[in-house]
T-cell receptor, first 114, second 108 residues
C-alpha cells in the first residue's frame, strides 16, 4: 500500500492547540489536495496545490493552513481557529495534467478534539 | 457554482436485485464525472469515470447531459458491493466536488 500515505492514523488534540497532519506521495504527482469528510456531508475541499510553492483555498479553508515546500509533501495544520475540527481528513493527489483528473487518496487521519 | 447531489443516504437491496445509485450535478461548463467507492476499512478509490465508458465490477454509469445525471447501475447486486459510494464532479480548478455519498447495503 504505497503511493500516498498519511500520518498519524489517529490524532487527539486539546482545544486551543494547533496540530499538523502529514501527507506524503511517491507518485511524482504535481497536484495535491486536502479534504474533510464528515458523516452525511461527503468530502469538502480544504486546500489544494497544483505545483510546489503554490496553493489555493478550497471551500472550507478557514482555520486551516498548508505548505508545499516539496513536491512529495503537503502537510495540513489545523489551527485553534478551526471551530469544529473533529473529522476525518483525507489527502489526495493527481498528476495535474489536463487529460487525467483521477485522484488517488491516502488512508486518512481521524482527528478528535478533546 | 458546481454542486453534486446524491439524494439517497442509504440504499438497501437484496443480493441479486438491481441497483441504481442516483447522482445529479450542476455545472455550467463541460463536466467530468466520477464514481468513487469506499469499502469498509479501505481507502477511497476510483470506481469508474464517464470518459472511459467502461464497466467495473459490473457497474456502469452513463452521463446524461440533458438531465444532468450520472447514475450508477448494476443489474445484480452482490454482498461485496456493500460500501459507501460517492459521485464526484471534476471542474477546471482540478479539484473534485463530491456528493454527500450513498451507503449501499446488500443483504443476503
Amino acid at each position: 500500500d504505497g503511493g500516498i500515505t498519511q500520518s498519524p492514523k489517529y490524532l487527539f488534540r486539546k482545544e486551543g492547540q494547533n496540530v499538523t497532519l502529514s501527507c506524503e506521495q511517491n507518485l511524482n504527482h504535481d497536484a495535491m489536495y486536502w479534504y474533510r469528510q464528515d458523516p452525511g456531508q461527503g468530502l469538502r475541499l480544504i486546500y489544494y496545490s497544483q505545483i510546489v510553492n503554490d496553493f489555493q483555498k478550497g471551500d472550507i479553508a478557514e482555520g486551516y493552513s498548508v505548505s508545499r515546500e516539496k513536491k512529495e509533501s503537503f502537510p495540513l495544520t489545523v489551527t485553534s481557529a478551526q471551530k469544529n475540527p473533529t473529522a476525518f481528513y483525507l489527502c489526495a493527489s493527481n498528476s495535474g495534467t489536463t487529460i487525467d483528473n483521477e485522484q488517488f487518496f491516502g488512508p486518512g487521519t481521524r482527528l478528535t478534539v478533546l | 457554482a458546481q454542486r453534486v447531489t446524491q439524494p439517497e443516504k442509504l440504499l438497501s437491496v437484496f443480493k441479486g436485485a438491481p441497483v441504481e445509485l442516483k447522482c445529479n450535478y450542476s455545472y455550467s461548463g463541460s463536466p467530468e464525472l466520477f464514481w468513487y467507492v469506499q469499502y469498509s476499512r479501505q481507502r477511497l478509490q476510483l470506481l469508474l469515470r464517464h470518459i472511459s465508458r467502461e464497466s467495473i465490477k459490473g457497474f456502469t454509469a452513463d452521463l446524461n447531459k440533458g438531465e444532468t445525471s450520472f447514475h450508477l447501475k448494476k443489474p445484480f447486486a452482490q454482498e461485496e458491493d456493500s460500501a459507501m459510494y460517492y459521485c464526484a464532479l471534476g471542474t477546471g480548478r482540478r479539484a473534485l466536488t463530491f456528493g454527500s455519498g450513498t451507503r449501499l447495503q446488500v443483504q443476503p
